[in-house]
């Protein structure tokens, strides 16, 4: 069983004093960057499918396991990193970064929740399945949720 949660698109963070990307970030921009890639998740193989299909090579300076460190890198340096978009908002809005919608065109995907057919009449599971999806669906309707 499943039931999607929320869409996801791709973003960049950026340093707000990058000598370069200011007020917008194209193709030609984004390739010329150093970048910071996150190598774990299933996230990381569409964005890289997305980039191969562009034709766009990305010049990988640093990989991190996970998306946590960025901001303290991506705030002392010129390196760009391109994550989904809750994240990406996250960390931008609580670090004070530059966010910019990924110039190459990768496709958004859902977040779904699962659950074993077992739990699925379950009263105490359905009961945080919905809890789940509410509040899912009230970040989503925040204006400051979309980008």
């Not at 774990?40 to 562009?54: F, I, P, S, Y």
């Not at 991190?64 to 705030?75: E, T």
């Not at 739990?119 to 789940?132: C, T």
């Amino acid at each position: 069983y499943q039931q999607a949660l929320f869409d996801q698109v791709w973003v960049c963070l950026v340093n707000p004093g990058h000598p370069r990307v200011r007020d917008r970030l194209d193709i030609e921009g984004y390739s010329s960057e150093g970048h910071i890639d996150v190598v774990q998740g299933t996230g990381h193989r569409m964005l890289d499918a997305a980039l191969e299909r562009a034709q766009v090579r990305r010049k990988v300076f640093l990989e991190m396991p996970v998306y946590l460190g960025i901001p303290a890198i991506v705030s002392s340096s010129d390196l760009i990193a391109t994550m989904p978009s809750r994240t990406g908002h996250t960390l931008a809005r609580s670090f004070g970064l530059n966010l910019f919608a990924c110039p190459v065109p990768v496709p958004p995907f859902t977040v779904k929740q699962y659950w074993h057919e077992r739990f699925h009449h379950d009263a105490a599971n359905r009961w945080l399945r919905g809890l789940i999806q509410e509040l899912f669906l009230e970040r989503t309707a925040r204006p400051e949720a979309a980008l």
